[in-house]
C-alpha cells in the first residue's frame, strides 16, 4: 500500500508521482496532488522524475517497490 505524501491518501492501486517542491523537497504525491502543484507553479521545474520508466531497484519509502 503506497501513500501521498502531502493528502494522505492511500490505496493499492494508487499511482504515486515524484514532485519536488519549493518549499518542502521532494514528496512522492498522487495524481491530484500533482496537478495541483503544478497549476499552483509550487514546483522545481526541470526535476522531477514523472513516472514515467522509473523504477526503484532497492525500493523506497512510499514505493511500490519498498
Given amino acids: 500500500m503506497v501513500t501521498c505524501e502531502l493528502c494522505n491518501q492511500t490505496g493499492d492501486d494508487l499511482s504515486l ?10 514528496k512522492w ?11 499552483k507553479n ?13 523504477s526503484c531497484p532497492s525500493g523506497c519509502a512510499g514505493c511500490r517497490n519498498a
Fill in 17 to 26: 508521482r515524484e514532485a519536488v517542491h519549493k518549499d518542502l523537497g521532494k
Fill in 29 to 39: 504525491v498522487c495524481g491530484n496532488c500533482w496537478t495541483k502543484l503544478y497549476d
Fill in 42 to 54: 509550487s514546483m522545481v521545474a526541470g526535476i522531477t522524475g514523472g513516472g514515467v520508466g522509473f
